[in-house]
């Protein structure tokens, strides 16, 4: 089969997708949002005419909020962002962005958070996708528990894990690139999106590995004599094209989102897409390759025992 | 009889679908919550410190909350949710938090101003740095006073009233007076204070003023107090409906708020039913496309599975959020991947030949071990995101966690049943190409 005849080369391509995404996330790292920093975010609407950026930027300086971002949303939103701020300094911030009522606007959001809140966050944030990789690990070593030759059921959770450490490394290199260039910001939803796709990504690999499994317990049964790597190869190309038409209808509804979703959403589609894009790819092309060498290894080990 | 199955089904979903309309209305019984980050509102955050807190703080905490819901009422919000709520366990820090969600109140300072502010009622004993010094008819406190902790706070407070004084009493006629009335644990703690200080001024401080500074006559039992300081009918008045809603147990501080305004709420919603509608529309389109009849069948199950999936949010209930309608979206393109690992594996069974309904049998089988671990592992990632806590992941958590369950219970309950009732037992042509897959006229499979 293709794909297991040419690992080699897929091992690099993947391998070097990997590096660019982690020198990414290294050089250009995101901003986290204020729900991790603690912070206020405001968000405006000018009801006439905007003032133009600078003007809003020597108002809002003027006020001493510790380093504040102002940037504009749509045709008529500012959206400010600063240290949490006291009831008074969010009246000043409103008073300078109106211009003292010269420049009528509403406020559409005001959100602010405090750092203790923002520090339970980040701490719960690593938690979970910490602990969604050893469930998923111990998950699949307990499913595969009975596929034990010529790859160990520990083989196919630790595979699956180096998976989808790809799967979300990938995405969010992608996400430092956008941000770098958009100036979004690590927020919940994008936590949100690892996470689904860890949870989704897992999918494909586990439909090919369930074929790894159907064939190796088939060829036991019948007494077929078949190297492992074809078992891969064969297991691979027939949910071929399982794993392009999900990915489709995944990715189709996720455009959904991307085309007239909300504006608070957008970001958390895009990376899912760019996650399920990889993952897919990643799935066919990387995991039972994976697989490959760890056989290689648990045979030579088992024929070490023998002797 | 292999269409009773079938006629089940549509059976269930005609319910379903009579149960969604019937509930849509504005007077419902089963309306879609939505969270306040569709509905507009605002979301509160405080801190409760109980570091002074000796023994029972659950007590402390719960009578907290039930102040606060007096006073969020006293606001006039509809539906407001008021909570309890731990800091977790992996934060390093333990703090108690008090949640309000307030649906439809957009003005932030407005509602910290009526919730938030926290009056706080104490007891202490004044000790005074130098005796008190009388120069003719006044006597002139020494200001450098020390107050000690009784522990008695507004926490023990059951009721408060106001009595206006007889001319009887020692003081001016019709002077107010504000009666304290504590609970029994209260009760207890004031007799005991009033027994090991008779002499001595108790000073009794709201936010940390000094209000009133009686000086204790006698042992005092039953646990009433009554308080005659300086008022005017209207401060007495205000100061016992501030004791009676807002005697607070405990002293919070706002560690976080969150509004979100009508029209932002309003246009979030929109653009999610739109998303969620096109979303929709492109799958089932695919699926028509290149499965054919069965990719049409598992559009019918899709549309079963939208069903179960609204009645759930609708009856159990769920809040809807901006990131809940994600998760509903996405669940739309993940239900159909079961369909879809059946197909491919009946398509498989018809290439061998096997007769179209074997292959559904057979198909289904071979389909399931794959769809039960991957079922699972996303409900397991969804648990774990749910646990997380914060309105918005939990809305994405539960949505993304039930539509996953009832992507189970279609692909496998609904698809099956259809596809046995429908197919044929020996396949013609034309069912050949019905059955194919692709995009062009031929089956290319075949």
Redesign the interface.
């Known amino acids: 089969m293709f794909v297991v005849r040419h690992r080699t080369f897929f091992f690099w391509v993947t391998g070097l997708l990997l590096v660019a995404s982690v020198a990414a996330l290294i050089l250009i790292p995101p901003r986290l949002s204020i729900e991790f920093t603690g912070g206020t975010l405001v968000e405006v609407a000018y009801t006439g005419e905007r003032p133009p950026h600078e003007e809003l930027v020597a108002r809002v300086d003027a006020l001493d909020l510790g380093e504040p971002s102002v940037r504009e949303t749509g045709s008529q939103g500012v959206t400010v962002r600063s240290h949490t701020l006291s009831p008074e300094e969010h009246t000043a911030l409103l008073g300078a962005l109106s211009n003292g009522g010269a420049d009528p606007l509403t406020e559409l959001r005001f959100n602010s958070i405090g750092p203790s809140l923002g520090r339970e966050l980040t701490t719960k944030a690593l938690y979970a996708i910490g602990a969604v990789f050893l469930a998923i690990m111990l998950y699949i070593a307990f499913a595969f528990r009975k596929v034990s030759r010529p790859v160990p059921a520990w083989g196919y959770g630790v595979t699956s894990v180096a998976m989808l450490a790809i799967d979300i490394i990938v995405p969010a290199g992608f996400f430092a690139v956008y941000a770098y260039f958009t100036g979004a910001q690590v927020d919940t939803l994008f936590v949100i999106a690892l996470l689904a796709l860890m949870g989704y990504c897992i999918n494909d690999v586990i439909v090919i590995f369930d074929r790894v499994r159907e064939h190796l317990k088939a060829n036991e049964e019948r007494n077929i004599k078949e190297s492992f790597e074809e078992t891969v190869g064969k297991s691979i190309t027939e949910t071929l094209g399982r794993s392009i038409n999900t990915s489709l209808t995944v990715a189709l509804a996720l455009l959904a989102i991307i085309l007239v979703g909300s504006e608070s959403t957008r970001v958390f589609a895009l990376v899912m897409l760019v996650g399920v894009i990889v993952g897919t790819l990643s799935s066919i092309v990387r995991s039972a390759p994976l697989l490959i060498p760890i056989a290689a290894w648990a045979q030579k080990r088992e024929a070490a025992k023998k002797q | 009889m292999r269409y009773l199955p079938a006629l089940t089904v549509l059976a269930i979903a005609g319910l379903l679908t009579w149960f969604v309309i019937s509930t849509s209305g504005p007077e419902t019984k089963f309306p879609i919550k939505l969270g306040l ?1 569709l509905a507009g509102g605002t979301e509160l ?1 405080y ?1 409760a410190d109980t570091s002074n807190i000796v023994s029972d703080k659950q007590g402390a905490l719960n009578s907290l909350r039930d102040v606060i819901e007096n006073r969020v009422n006293l606001f006039g919000v509809a539906e407001p949710r008021v909570e309890l709520e731990q ?2 366990a ?4 333990v ?1 108690d938090r008090l949640l309000l969600e307030l649906p439809g109140v ?1 003005d ?2 407005a509602a ?2 009526a919730i938030g502010e926290t009056p706080v009622l104490e007891f202490k004993l004044a000790s005074f740095g130098a005796a008190p010094v009388t120069t003719g008819t006044t006597t002139s406190i020494n200001l450098e006073q020390v107050y000690t902790d009784t522990g008695l706070t507004g926490r023990y407070l059951k009721s408060s009233e106001l009595q206006f004084g007889p001319a009887s009493a020692g003081g001016v006629a019709n002077q107010p007076i504000i009666v304290l009335n504590f609970n029994e644990e209260g009760a207890a703690l004031f007799e005991k204070i009033t027994t090991e200080n008779v002499g001595k001024p108790l000073a009794i401080l709201l936010d940390g003023e000094v209000i009133s500074s009686p000086t204790i006559q006698e042992p005092i039992t039953g646990g009433v107090a009554t308080i005659t300081g300086q008022f005017t009918p209207t401060e007495a008045r205000d100061l016992v409906r501030n004791l009676n809603f807002g005697a607070l147990p405990v002293p919070i501080e ?8 009508p ?2 709420g309003i ?3 929109e ?2 039913l ?3 509608v ?2 929709f529309a ?2 089932a389109l ?2 028509v496309l ?1 499965y054919r009849l069965p990719g049409l069948v598992a559009v019918i199950a899709l549309v079963i599975y939208m069903l179960i999936t609204i009645a759930l949010i609708k009856v159990v209930p769920i809040t809807l959020t ?2 809940g ?3 509903l ?2 669940s ?3 239900a ?2 079961a369909n ?2 059946i197909f ?1 594996r009946m398509k ?1 069974e018809l290439r061998l030949g096997k007769a179209p309904r074997d292959a559904v049998h057979i198909g289904f089988g ?1 389909a399931w ?2 769809i039960r ?2 079922h ?3 409900l ?3 648990g ?2 749910f ?4 309105s ?2 939990q809305g ?1 958590a539960l949505v ?1 966690g039930l539509g996953v369950i009832a992507s189970l219970i279609t692909a496998v309950m609904i698809t099956r049943v259809f596809l046995v009732a429908i197919l044929p037992e020996e396949a013609s042509p034309l069912w050949r190409t019905l059955l194919g ?1 692709g995009f062009g006229h031929k089956p290319k499979n075949t």
């Open positions: 980050d955050i801190k800091s977790s992996v934060a390093g820090e703090e957009t932030t300072q910290i101003a706002l560690a976080g708020s969150n509004t979100v305004g029209t932002l246009d979030a919603y653009a999610g739109l998303a969620t096109i979303g492109l799958v695919f699926m290149w901006a990131s309608i994600a998760a979206i996405l739309i393109g993940m159909v991947d879809v690992l491919e498989e071979r071990p794959a671990d991957g699972l592992t996303m397991i990632s969804s774990i995101l646990w997380m806590g914060t918005i992941v994405f993304f897959t």
